[in-house]
């Protein structure tokens, strides 16, 4: 799997960059932003082995919500709103020193009915319960590491709040895997339904996933070296 650390990299360079397309952001907050992230790396990767041994199912996600709620309240200037849709859905809004658009990211929390077969420290040995089965969990699909992503450049974009112009408003949404009742909505839905996208109106709204076939960054990114 790429590693995280650089996930969050990514993360970052999209969230300035994001801001970049509707108004110029200059390259000395944007490299600023990425030696911040650079920084950052033990405790991303901390984040995602907790998230990842700690997994939830859909609409069950209330101690990762918990977690990540528990994160952002140590990152100065987040208006944090919880429980947003059915369950667990959580919206954090920032708003920058300069003026600029409204710019959203976005992950997703939960976690698949699949057992996870490994040897490593942080592996899950959780259980739940879906569609009234007992089932072994997993972030057998990287949810884990898309959450600490998103911390990742929460804790950067907080970190250069008075010079980031615009609004930031991060997403972490419940039940991206389905609803445990065949037929009931996804998490997206019931946020959508109530006005995660509003309140502020978001301008541009960005997500990403993992692959372990994909490069840990693109061309367009600046190279960094980093050992492990």
Known sequence: MTHPFRL???AVSCFVSGLAIA????????????????????????????????????FQE?????Y???ALDTMPGYVIQTGV????????????????????????????PVEEINDLPFKSTARG???????????????????????????????I??????????IFQPAEEGNPTPGGPTGARVMMDAGVMESPKVDVIMAQHIGAG???????????????
Request: charged content about 15%.
């Open 23 to 58: 108004q110029p952001t200059t390259p000395t907050l944007i490299d600023q932003a990425l030696q911040k992230a650079d920084l950052l790396e033990p405790q991303i990767i901390s984040w995602r082995r907790h998230l990842h041994q700690n997994p939830e199912l859909s």
């Open 85 to 112: 849709g059915q369950t667990a859905g959580i919206k954090a809004v920032l708003t920058g020193g300069q003026p600029g658009p409204v710019v959203a990211l976005r992950a997703d929390m939960d976690a698949l």
């Open 161 to 170: 709040r008075a010079d980031l112009p615009g609004t930031i408003v991060l």
């Open 129 to 159: 319960s879906w569609q009234g089965q007992d089932v072994p969990i997993s972030h057998a699909c990287g949810h884990d590491t898309h959450m600490a992503m998103l911390l990742g450049a929460a804790q950067v974009l907080s970190d």
């Open 214 to 228: 994909f490069p840990p960054q693109g061309d367009w990114l600046p190279r960094r070296s980093h050992a492990g």
């Open 8 to 10: 969050g990299l990514f």
């Open 68 to 70: 990540i709620k528990a």
């Open 62 to 66: 209330h101690n990762t919500a918990a």
